[in-house]
């Protein structure tokens, strides 16, 4: 089982764009599906973006299709996430999980979690 690690949160106006990134070590890193979720205050998790462990398949919520961009490097153990054009309806902890499988949109199928990052637009 991989363990997690979120960085690359912070405080943006609406417009702008964050990279998150989530790094991995420990369990098989190279074989897993990789995801990010995230939750506002008061709301459930909800899925933004899957990306299978071989890079060449991905899956993403509609709400931030064409936004956001998912990417991993499997040397650098590390998962991405590039948002842009960020709204303040995309203030939320960004979770980054990890599951041994194909591409999923269910949080139940993630059995490795990170402790998330705060990501906060502004109006």
């Known amino acids: 089982q991989v363990q997690l690690a979120e960085s690359g949160g912070g405080l943006v106006q609406a417009g702008g764009s964050l990279r998150l990134s989530c790094a991995a070590s420990g369990g098989t890193f190279s074989w897993s599906t990789m995801a990010w979720f995230r939750q506002a205050p008061g709301k459930e998790r909800e899925f933004v973006s899957s990306?299978?462990?071989?890079?060449?398949?991905?899956l993403y919520a509609d709400s931030v299709k064409g936004r956001f961009t998912i990417s991993r490097d499997n040397a650098k153990k590390t998962t991405y996430l590039q948002m842009n054009n960020l709204r303040p309806e995309d203030t939320a902890l960004y979770y980054c999980?990890?599951?041994?499988?194909?591409?999923?949109?269910?949080?139940?199928?993630?059995?490795?979690w990170g402790q998330g990052t705060q990501v906060t637009v502004s109006s």
């Open positions: 999980a990890a599951r041994l499988g194909g591409l999923s949109r269910l949080a139940s199928e993630y059995l490795s």
């Open positions: 990306i299978h462990w071989s890079g060449g398949y991905t």
